[in-house]
C-alpha cells in the first residue's frame, strides 16, 4: 500500500470549514483514499473513501487531485465533537489491511 | 446494522494470566480483522479472516497470541501468559467482500496487564 503525508496537528474555529489535507506520491492506479477519524479512546470511525472522483457523503467531502498524489478531506461546518485524530490511508482493491500513520490531530475550538 | 460488537470493554489481568476477548462482526460480513493500539500510536494489523479462514498473520502476533473464527460469525482473540508489553486497545472490524470492502470498526477492548 501507498504512504501516506499528513500534518500532525491542526486547528479549526467552530463552525468554519475544515481542510485535512494528505499527500499519496506514490498511489497506484487501483488504490482507494480512505478517511477515518478517531475521537479519544474509540475505535477508528468510517468517514468517506474514493477513487479518483471527488465524494460526498453526509459526514464530510473528499477532493483528489486530478494526479490522484494528494486529496484533502473537508469538513463543512466543524463542530467541537469533530476534535480527533484524522487518518488518510491509501489501499488496494482487495483491500484486506488497513495501514494507519499517525494522523492529523484536529483541534475544534470554540 | 447493529455495528462491530466487542467484548469486554476493559480487562485489567494480572501478569501471567491468560484473556479472551470476542468480537461480534457486522451480521453478514464475510471479512473480520484484528487491530491492535497503543497509547499515541495508529492502530497496527494483527490478522484477519475471510469466513472462518485465517488468511494472514502480521508478525506482530506472537506465539502467545491466537485468534478463532469458527462458524465464520463471531470471532475470539485469545491472549496466553499475558506480559505488561500486552497492555493496549484490541480492536476488531469487519468489512462485507465485494460490496465495497469498507472497513468497519467496534470500540475496541482496553487491556491493562499489571
Known amino acids: 500500500d501507498a504512504k501516506t503525508t499528513q500534518p500532525t496537528s491542526m486547528d479549526c474555529a467552530e463552525g468554519r470549514a475544515a481542510n485535512l489535507p494528505c499527500n499519496h506520491s506514490t498511489i497506484s492506479g487501483n488504490e482507494y483514499v480512505y478517511w477515518y477519524r478517531q475521537i479519544h479512546s474509540q475505535g477508528p470511525q468510517y468517514i468517506i473513501h474514493g477513487l479518483k472522483n471527488n465524494e460526498t457523503n453526509e459526514m464530510a467531502s473528499l477532493i483528489i487531485t486530478e494526479d490522484r498524489k494528494s486529496s484533502t478531506l473537508i469538513l463543512p461546518h466543524a463542530t467541537l465533537r469533530d476534535t480527533a485524530v484524522y487518518y488518510c490511508?491509501?489501499?488496494?482493491?482487495?483491500?484486506?489491511?488497513?495501514?494507519f500513520g499517525k494522523g492529523t490531530l484536529l483541534t475544534v475550538n470554540p | 446494522d447493529t455495528g462491530v460488537s466487542q467484548d469486554p470493554r476493559h480487562k485489567i489481568t494480572k501478569r501471567g494470566q491468560n484473556v479472551t476477548f470476542r468480537c461480534d462482526p457486522i451480521?453478514?460480513?464475510?471479512?473480520l480483522y484484528w487491530y491492535r493500539q497503543t497509547l499515541g500510536q495508529g492502530p497496527e494489523f494483527l490478522t484477519y479472516f475471510q469466513n472462518e479462514a485465517q488468511l494472514e498473520k502480521s508478525r506482530l502476533l506472537s506465539d502467545r497470541f491466537s485468534a478463532e473464527r469458527p462458524k465464520g460469525s463471531f470471532s475470539t482473540l485469545e491472549i496466553q501468559r499475558t506480559e505488561q508489553g500486552d497492555s493496549a486497545m484490541y480492536l476488531c472490524?469487519?468489512?462485507?467482500?465485494?460490496?465495497?470492502?469498507?472497513?468497519?470498526f467496534g470500540e475496541g477492548s482496553w487491556l491493562t496487564v499489571v
Open positions: 472490524a469487519s468489512s462485507l467482500v465485494g460490496r465495497g470492502n469498507t472497513i468497519y
Open positions: 490511508i491509501v489501499s488496494g482493491g482487495s483491500n484486506y489491511k488497513l495501514t
Open positions: 451480521s453478514e460480513h464475510n471479512r
